[in-house]
């Protein structure tokens, strides 16, 4: 079973960092493209940030600069390195993963979300 579990979230003064991590079990890591989500409240969920199986990186414009995304797959692990944290970028983050290839057979995955919360 697919598993996804995010940690690392919490409250940051605006300008501060959080680092989230994004532990994943029950498929193969390496062939999964993984990406971080967000969604603040009454509103819809949206991109921050993805990694290809080959390491290649997109972000949202609105954290371009100041997230930056990596994998490591002998650790099965997806990490968001956040910086200078705005109050804009309060929601909750969720880890997705999805198949970077048809042949990879398992179905696009969420975690349950770690609450990132910047505030003074």
Same mark, same amino acid.
């Given at each position: 079973?697919?598993?996804?579990?995010?940690?690392?979230?919490?409250?940051?003064?605006?300008?501060?960092?959080?680092?989230?991590?994004?532990?994943?079990?029950?498929?193969?890591?390496?062939?999964?493209?993984?990406?971080? $989500?967000?969604? =603040?409240?009454?509103?819809?969920?949206?991109?921050?940030?993805?990694? +290809?199986? /080959?390491?290649? *990186?997109?972000?949202?414009?609105?954290?371009?600069?100041?997230?930056?995304?990596?994998?490591?797959?002998?650790?099965?692990?997806?990490?968001?390195?956040?910086?200078?944290?705005?109050?804009?970028?309060?929601?909750?983050? $969720?880890?997705? =993963?999805?198949?970077?290839?048809?042949?990879?057979?398992?179905?696009? +995955?969420? /975690?349950?979300? *770690?609450?990132?919360?910047?505030?003074?």
């Amino acid at each position: 079973q697919v598993q996804l579990v995010e940690s690392g979230g919490g409250l940051v003064q605006p300008g501060g960092s959080l680092r989230l991590s994004c532990a994943a079990s029950g498929f193969t890591f390496r062939t999964a493209i993984m990406s971080w $989500y967000r969604q =603040a409240p009454g509103k819809e969920r949206e991109l921050v940030a993805g990694i +290809s199986v /080959g390491g290649s *990186t997109n972000y949202a414009d609105s954290v371009k600069g100041r997230f930056t995304i990596s994998r490591d797959n002998a650790k099965n692990t997806v990490v968001l390195q956040m910086n200078s944290l705005k109050p804009e970028d309060m929601a909750v983050y $969720y880890c997705n =993963a999805r198949p970077g290839s048809i042949l990879y057979k398992f179905k696009d +995955s969420w /975690g349950q979300g *770690t609450q990132v919360s910047v505030s003074s």
